[in-house]
């Protein structure tokens, strides 16, 4: 499994059809970061997008619970022919990618390892520091990927819970967000850290102020890495190796599932993927 | 039904014994502020509190959902033989307190009308302004019911989604709960608002700043009116009006039920309870 588990992809036992679509999958609408940038670099893959809408957010669940969700929401990708599973979600790529890649027969690629990797690439031998859920945090994870990767990168990592409903506000600018982001980013900055990653899919919204306080802070710039653009990058590097890439005529769609249709829905929406959207499948799990 | 639905209460149909228990319910662990209050108003009740952890939160879910979630709490508590259900849940008590109603055989008390009638009796002729998380403003529960109080008193509601993570992170005091209040407090009491009613179980432990901002913003104090505090009122009356209460000789006891077990659980519940727990029992749903 050397070559699979290095691009944190798993081994499919057939050989899936190119013209599949991927499936991607997050506890919300927060991974659509994850499509948007999958639309960007994979802009001939056919897209189905999976929202579990209804049971939002999972990173205060049990690692039990989170596990169970994983496989409902796999399971639903399945049923529909996807070639390979995007976890968009942090908190499922940090406790259930293990068990996912043993009950799915085929590739299942988590955000983890590849931000984990682009972030020490930017690290320059100082310390990578870390934002993320409570849940995504407490579970080590981006400690382990780092260590795996790179034994001498000290890892600050860093709870901020406050990001997501700041992200989910459209609160992305201004004094509030401004505060909120150097309190987190104070202790990190401190330690050292001159390298940033977002590790939860709602982050990207916040880059902006996260930079500047980030600067501010260290006075000197601060480079910010988004798991988003790192698993995007990871996954068409492993479409294109393993020769199951879209033809490169194809023009990608988008399909979007949720369990649950949240209020103002499109706004939200097209806030995370960047596009507008026709609107979501609500389907049971 | 007039006397029973005046009280928010439900009508039973048997004669429950008063030494049977108080069903409590909210979607997370912010129901504890309700269990507090009725700890305060009502010591010699015993109480089985079930917070859905697994599920919090409802505020996002569609009506449907939370229907059907308020009904699976509802049943774990009557199975445990409570002589009447508290719903310390606004999204519930705004869009599922009529169905629990028709489909339970025993009172239940929601959360909206006593603080509404709280809210009306401090409002002394000026608007009244509410704060509460999307669910619950856009239900527009509150403003029904304050229109069934008062028709001459005008409702500033007001959604103000980033108070509960605050809460939760334990952000109560210093600058960012300070701007944030401040900013959702400011069309309210622009429109004349000097009351305001907490319409979310998180929002009682952010009393200080939303009483301090807003005395800020009017220039003189603004009353600050707690829904748990109003429905422990209504539910120690209701009691004591259909001699339901228990022996005043009992010290009540408090059991905690949830659906999963939160990181920090102890944590988090001591600050919304005010009181040590000694752990909850957990239940699948």
Redesign the interface.
């Known amino acids: 499994m050397g070559t699979t588990r290095a691009v944190d992809g798993g081994t499919p036992s057939g050989r899936p059809d190119p013209s599949a679509p991927l499936g991607v999958f997050d506890s919300g609408l927060g991974g659509l970061t994850v499509v948007r940038a999958l639309r960007a670099t994979c802009p001939h893959e056919d897209i189905i997008y999976l929202g579990d ?4 957010p999972y990173g ?3 690692p039990e ?1 989170v596990i169970r969700y994983a496989l409902g929401c796999a399971g639903v990708l399945t049923s529909r022919g996807v070639k390979a599973i995007v976890v968009a979600c942090n908190t499922v790529s940090a406790v259930a990618l293990e068990m996912l890649r043993v009950e799915l027969d085929l590739p299942v690629l988590g955000v983890i390892l590849p931000g984990a990797r682009a972030a020490v690439a930017a690290s320059r031998g100082k310390p990578v520091g870390i934002l993320g859920t ?2 995504t945090i ?1 579970s080590g994870a981006y400690l382990r990927a780092v260590a795996s990767l790179s034994t001498r990168t000290e890892v600050i990592a860093q709870a901020a ?2 990001l ?3 992200a ?2 459209g ?1 992305t600018e201004g ?2 967000p401004r ?2 982001a150097r ?1 987190y980013l104070e202790p990190v900055i401190a330690r050292g850290a001159r390298c940033v990653l977002l590790g939860c899919t709602h982050y990207p919204l916040l880059r902006g102020v996260i930079e500047e306080q980030g600067a501010a802070l260290a006075g000197e710039p601060v480079l910010v890495v988004d798991s988003a653009a790192a698993i995007a990058d990871e996954t068409s590097s492993f479409l294109a190796e393993r020769g199951q890439a879209n033809d490169a005529e194809h023009e990608g769609r988008l399909d979007l599932l949720v369990t ?4 103002s829905f499109e706004i939200a929406a097209a806030r995370f993927l960047g596009e507008a959207t026709k609107g979501a499948e609500q389907i049971d799990l």
């Open positions: 809408t209804a049971r939002v205060t669940r049990s619970t409570a849940g407490a819970p406050l997501v409903p700041l989910e506000e609160w004094e509030v505060l909120v309190r649950d249709v949240p209020k």
